[in-house]
């Protein structure tokens, strides 16, 4: 029996069987023991291409060897953009939450950038951009590592106006 883990790893204690007995079945190695960061486990294939039903069991009927490949589904979280001393006028708050599917990037967050549709305002200041809880700045190309809902905060500069005097008068 081969298990073709797809980026997952087996969890400590955890090793997958490597033979069975004709006339015996045997369930499927679950999400219980195996694992992969901001993913989560869809079950066994037969195929590489990870399409037909899902496979939980080698049978009593079964024979010859076998290879199973895992299926794996991004995690999805939600990110809360705080627009700290700014608002969001569109929906007159200051957060709004997002999602963000791991390992593609916050593409949903191109509407909140500055210059976006969306992106949030404050009187006397100009939107900067949005910080994680390390102050990394956050793009609509920054591409997804969290693993669990977080919140961005936006960074504002203040405006400053230059005053010319004329001095002749």
Known sequence: VTFKTNGGAW????????????????????SASIFRTGYTFDGWYINESLTGNVVTEITATDFGNKTFYAKWSPEVYDVTLDAGMGSFAAVDQHTVTIAATYASQYSNL???????????T????????????????????????????????????????????????
Do not use: C, H
């Not at 006397?124 to 919140?151: H, K, L, M, R």
């Open 11 to 30: 969890k400590e204690g955890r090793p997958p069987m490597t033979q069975y007995t004709f006339g015996m079945s045997y369930i499927l190695p679950t």
């Open 110 to 120: 191109e509407q909140y950038k500055k210059g976006g549709a969306k992106a949030p």
């Open 122 to 169: 404050r009187t006397g200041y100009t939107f900067a951009g949005w910080f994680d809880e390390n102050n990394n700045q956050i793009t609509p190309q920054t591409n997804v590592n969290i693993t669990t809902d977080s919140t961005f905060t936006a960074s504002w500069s203040a405006i400053t106006d230059a005053l010319n005097f004329d001095n002749d008068g």
